[in-house]
């Protein structure tokens, strides 16, 4: 019964009145922000010149077009490595639980021929870049 009386007491005649903590919160942090960086701008010192305008490249005078191009193996090889992370990531939670899978499951070994044949799609997508030759960097100069 006392249950019900807090319950009832933390419900209010309106929904959105149950928002404003999360408004007020949303409202403070964007004030804050605001007034850091306006205190910032009107504290610091604004002396632009040839050497603050200037393109900073680690310490070495920029040469050429910023533009420049990439080999488009480059780009494969940054979402291949994606990829695998992403596998790893998933295989991480199947392996804390997996002494416990068969009390979820009802089946002993249903955990483990799922995640064979997991790893066998795994396999055979890394088979298929590796017989294209994305992984050879050193056979192919003409888009290096």
């Known amino acids: 019964m006392a249950r019900a009386s807090t319950a009832s007491l933390m419900q209010t005649p309106n929904y959105f009145w149950n928002y404003v903590p999360l408004l007020l919160q ?3 942090a964007v004030g804050l922000s605001s007034v850091i960086v306006l205190a910032s701008w009107l504290i ?3 002396r632009p010149g ?3 305008l200037s ?11 910023a533009r420049g191009r990439f080999s488009v193996r480059f780009y494969m ?11 790893a990531v998933f295989m991480f939670p199947w392996a804390v639980i997996y002494r416990k899978l068969p009390a ?27 017989k294209k030759g994305i992984l050879e960097w050193s056979k192919d100069k003409a888009d290096l």
Request: net charge negative; aromatic share 22%.
């Open 104 to 130: 979820i499951t009802g089946s002993r070994f249903f955990g483990f021929w799922e995640m064979l044949v997991y790893i066998g799609f795994v396999l055979v997508g890394y088979f298929y870049i590796w």
């Open 26 to 28: 949303i409202l403070a």
């Open 44 to 46: 610091g010192r604004h």
């Open 50 to 52: 040839k050497v603050k």
């Open 77 to 87: 090889v940054a979402m291949l490595f994606i990829l695998f992370d992403v596998e």
């Open 55 to 65: 393109t900073y490249e680690c310490g070495m005078v920029p040469q050429g077009d």
